[in-house]
């Protein structure tokens, strides 16, 4: 089993659609999560850190559900600018900074 | 944000040539220093991390001889791909970290696109 799953995609919406991710875990001693954002061919980049408590962040809300292992993402009034690749990334059990990325889900939003 | 810069940000060699890639952390001191390599359509993989003036610890499967590490002072780390063959070809990417707290942030590097004829 993978440590972090993500389904691929691609997502394919329209433009102001509310779209939702999913990720699941497998280190339940894992203690921190982070949505990050890639582009193509392109480093990734930190979207939003994942606490448990929720966050959001503009159209940007994430959700962890420790119980479960479960790491959500959703994105309301979807942007043509928020086409890329999200990666669910969570800290390994080492308790310093040794970062697991999922392999990520691709979104596409159209006009 | 903290800028994590890479060096050069595409390299093409023939196969059986070294390949040094730098990353330097511009505006802060990175007490550790990581380098994933990415190969198409998937995941970002963590090939080892680096301390300032120690040993680099790298993950399991990964030849610590064919790819060197040299983290020689807080804001300069270099990876060095020995005898590079076609199968190295891959996005390689660095990232930083300004402490020791698992939650503190990494900041990435734009990357190094490696082919190896």
């Known amino acids: 089993r993978k440590e972090v799953e993500q389904d691929p995609g691609p997502f394919n919406v329209p433009e102001g659609a509310t779209v939702a991710f999913n990720c699941t875990y497998s280190?339940?001693?894992?203690?921190?999560f982070f949505w990050y954002r890639q582009d193509c061919r392109k480093e990734p980049k930190l979207l939003m850190s994942v606490y448990s408590s929720g966050n959001e962040d503009g159209r940007f809300t994430a959700q962890l559900n420790r119980a479960s292992q479960y790491i959500s993402l959703l994105i309301r009034d979807s942007k043509l600018s928020d086409s890329a690749t999200y990666l669910c990334?969570?800290?390994?059990?080492?308790?310093?900074?040794?970062?697991?990325f999922g392999t990520g889900t691709r979104l596409l939003v159209s006009p | 944000g903290a800028v994590v810069s890479q060096h050069p940000s595409r390299v093409i060699c023939k196969s059986g040539t070294s390949v040094k890639i730098e990353c330097r952390s511009l505006d802060f001191q990175a007490t550790t220093m990581f380098w994933y390599r990415q190969f198409p359509k998937q995941s970002l993989m963590l090939m080892a991390t680096s301390n300032e003036g120690s040993k680099a610890t790298y993950e399991q499967g990964v030849e610590k001889d064919k790819f060197l590490i040299n983290h020689a002072s807080l804001t300069l780390s270099t990876l060095t791909v020995t005898s590079a063959h076609p199968e190295d070809s891959s996005f390689y990417i660095c990232s930083a970290g300004s402490g020791l707290a698992v939650t503190d942030t990494q900041y990435f590097g734009p990357g190094t696109r490696l082919t190896v004829l």
């Open positions: 280190n339940s001693a894992s203690q921190s």
């Open positions: 990334v969570v800290n390994a059990d080492t308790g310093f900074q040794k970062l697991v």
